[in-house]
């Protein structure tokens, strides 16, 4: 199986730490920034403020964005890790992926699409002071409940 | 430029010009960011003598170098300006999400100056800000002002546009009237709300999508280590289970639960309106600041069949006091109903509650009728607490008077000696009789009896790092410098409080995660001192009006009438001895103005 981000929604305080220490891990030219805009992993509130929700890619196993995206061979799946990967250099930018995938975990960033592809060491584990994120390999059961989480709550 | 975004925007309302300015590098690095700029430049430009409610007052939104480029508790920003509650300076700061939108759209500060001729918000995206018009907003509550502005926005930008704003308190110019972020999180202190409201300025909705550049972006992961050492400590458990209401049985237990208008110093329905109590019947989950690991927010919310109904955040410990401590309140659903509708109205819940217990004490001593309120409003009384608080905000019969604060009334009513607080700002949840330090920090407040200027509870409670007595004046004026200077360093950089106190030695861990974001190599001593300096120039800031040592004093309450009960029992503050040893060690003059040599000294000029 695929190890991805696993949520849990329970532990989760709305801080967006994982987020403002994903974008340290995207940095470009050399500039050293925190920049949540540029981060791979984006945090939802719910109307009422009763559910947050950690929106990261979950490496679908039928994958809406590869078969939404026109460039032949800019979205693949790692043969090795099964991570789903955006070739940055042949993404046009036309954001198709971004409103293909109904879990709200690809993101546009200066004109790319991105999207967790599932760093060795994550930052956002590892800032995450409540424990909500772990990198695993998720069940079966986990995967219908954080599907159901991301579009009960959007982004 | 790290740390900073090196950019001030200036938004004058009279005239709707706005401007772009570069950050001064040299004034950034000598007054830190946030309080200590901000303060640097309403002292350099502002009509001191102005009146607060008046175009000419300046009112600053302030972000400091570490707002949001740190992972520990550094989603903070500030607003700065001269008070309509105490006539001196004051910074009020608020977390929540506001901030960070602020910071990433690429300013360190934002400057109002003037008065718009009709209601509008400053709407930035990123590099463009506009003022818009706000008619249809004046006179919304704090969330609905928050979601009308986000329903114009841009569907694909809601989610990343926050909100700051004033309630119907801020536009009725009440004295202590606070700007919401984020339509629940309160900059409640001080009236800056009605500084907003006076200039028809209704809101600031941000959007940003840049980056905070940072110097050393290893050597700020530290910050994770120290999140999970607080984390792990006795306090740091507490405090993620039961956030700030946990103080409601730390204080209680030492007779420092402020009661009754500051009569006693302890509560005996304390434990109906502490942590565990608010855990049980009203938390929904713990939520955070952004970019906090410490989820202090209590999201809260009345059941349906309770006898009050709404939800929102809060209250934190100080309200817990403030409305419930303070006014024999011990019904924690009247308490939450009373913070929500304050932090709807946009109205500090700490002034409000020592306006209300002035009013409770000045109706039992007979000095204000119940034909001057309309109603009769004795201790406890959660209905006729509610109804007047109301009033307050919307501006009704008493509630106009009400409206100008708890100094105003005791003096308007021949008992200045009620009214709980300094330079007319109420006090916060810590009686000093039973801690004394906090009673001289108060004193010597930049801006009366606030808790963020410096809180010596960890020491003089906690014992934290070493334990002293808190019923003595010895140490303290050494102490409530050491907090003061310390905080207003950790303040101006965009931080919470709230780690460097639950830190043993707090202002060297921020002193290193401030070169790491700057790219300095700084001491301790440096830092210090740069916090001496802030905290001096607003000193300076207040002399220059006529602030002294006359002006820095507690209520009779707490000098002369013995503690009541328990461990501090007989006790009193002993203001004027420990004044005379802080002013010297602070190298001011015996009447507390700072020398021409200790002015030097800091390079105050």
């Not at chain 2, 502005?149 to 700051?164: D, G, S």
């Not at chain 2, 209680?252 to 208008?261: E, L, Q, Y």
Request: net charge negative; glycine share 10%.
């Amino acid at each position: 199986m695929t190890k991805i981000i696993v949520f849990d929604q329970s532990r989760c305080t709305y801080c967006q730490l994982c987020t403002l220490y994903c974008s340290l891990a995207f940095n470009k030219d050399g500039i050293v920034e925190f920049r949540p805009a540029q981060a791979r992993i984006q945090v939802a509130q719910n109307e009422d403020d009763t559910k947050y929700a950690a929106h990261v890619c979950i490496q679908c196993e039928e994958a809406t964005c590869m078969s939404a995206c026109p460039v032949e061979g800019c979205i693949t799946r790692n043969p090795n890790t099964g991570v789903v990967e955006i070739n940055e250099d042949l993404c046009i930018g036309c954001g198709k992926c971004v409103k293909a995938c109904e879990y709200g975990a690809i993101f546009m960033v200066d004109g790319k699409a991105v999207k967790c592809e599932v760093c060795d060491d994550p930052l956002c584990v590892k800032a995450c002071a409540m424990q909500a994120l772990s990198l695993e390999e998720p069940n079966e059961k986990y995967i219908s409940e954080i599907k159901k989480l991301y579009v009960e709550v959007p982004l | 430029m790290n740390g900073w975004m090196g950019t001030i925007l200036r938004v004058d309302l009279s005239s709707g010009v706005i401007k772009r300015e570069a950050l001064d590098p040299d004034l950034a690095f000598n007054y830190v960011g946030g309080r200590g700029l901000a303060t640097k430049i309403l002292y350099d430009e502002l009509d001191i003598e102005c009146d607060p409610l008046s175009p000419e007052n300046m009112l600053i939104f302030a972000n400091g170098p570490a707002t949001l480029a740190l992972g520990l508790s550094s989603g903070r920003s500030m607003v700065v300006t001269k008070s309509p509650l105490t006539g001196t300076i004051c910074s009020s700061n608020a977390g929540g999400y506001f901030p960070a939108a602020f910071k990433t759209a690429g300013y360190d500060l934002i400057i109002f100056t003037g008065r718009s001729d009709h209601p509008v918000y400053l709407h930035i995206n990123d590099d463009k800000a506009v003022l818009r018009d706000a008619s249809d907003l004046w006179g919304l509550e704090a969330e609905e002002t928050d979601l009308t502005i986000l329903k114009k926005v841009n569907p694909k930008q809601r989610r990343e546009t926050k909100t700051a704003c004033i309630g119907p308190a801020g536009e009725n110019l009440v004295r202590f009237a606070g700007i919401v972020h984020d339509g629940h999180r309160l900059a409640a202190r001080s009236g800056v709300g009605a500084v907003m409201g006076s200039k028809n300025l209704k809101a600031v909705a941000i959007r940003g999508t840049g980056g905070v550049r940072v110097a050393n972006a290893e050597e700020l992961l530290r910050a994770t280590l120290i999140a999970d050492h607080i984390k792990t400590t006795d306090l740091g458990i507490a405090f993620e289970e039961f956030g700030t209401p946990l103080f409601v049985d730390v204080l209680n237990a030492v007779n420092a639960m402020p009661t009754k208008n500051f009569q006693y110093g302890f509560f005996e329905d304390g434990d109906l309106i502490n942590g565990a109590e608010m855990y049980d019947r009203t938390l929904v989950r713990s939520k955070a600041c952004y970019g906090c690991p410490l989820n202090c927010g209590r999201n809260t919310r009345l059941a349906d069949d309770a006898k009050y109904q709404g939800r929102g955040d809060g209250p934190e410990y100080e309200t817990l006091y403030s409305l419930g401590s303070n006014l024999l309140n011990g019904d924690i659903e009247a308490v939450t109903k009373m913070n929500y509708i304050c932090n709807q109205m946009g109205m500090d819940a700490i002034d409000t509650g020592v306006t209300l217990g002035t009013i409770m004490e000045l109706q039992e001593i007979g000095h204000l009728s119940e034909a001057e309120i309309g109603f009769p409003i004795t201790w406890g009384d959660a209905e006729a607490s509610i109804r007047l608080l109301k009033m307050i905000a919307n501006a009704e019969g008493f509630g106009i008077e009400a409206g100008k604060g708890g100094r105003y009334l005791a003096e308007k009513y021949n008992a200045p000696e009620v009214f709980m607080g300094s330079k007319g700002q109420g006090f916060a949840a810590y009686h000093p009789r039973a801690m004394v330090g906090q009673g001289l920090l108060f004193a010597t407040s930049p801006e009366g009896g606030n808790h963020t200027t410096g809180n010596t509870i960890q020491q003089e409670m906690n014992g934290i790092p070493t334990p002293m007595d808190p019923l003595t004046a010895e140490g303290k004026p050494q102490l409530v410098i050491k907090n003061q200077n310390e905080t207003a360093f950790i303040e101006s950089m965009g931080v919470c409080i709230f780690p460097y106190m639950f830190l043993e030695n707090g202002l060297e861990a921020f002193t290193e995660l401030y070169n790491a974001i700057i790219g300095a190599e700084l001491t301790e001593e440096d830092t210090f001192r740069m916090g001496e300096r802030i905290f001096n120039l607003e000193r300076m800031f207040n002399y220059r009006l006529g602030f002294t040592r006359k002006d820095d004093t507690l209520p009779k309450r707490l000098t002369e009438t013995p503690h009541p009960e328990g461990v501090a029992e007989g006790n009193v503050v002993p203001l004027e001895q420990m004044l005379d040893e802080y002013y010297q060690l602070r190298g001011w003059t015996i009447d507390g103005i700072p020398t021409q040599e200790k002015l030097e000294t800091l390079e105050i000029v």
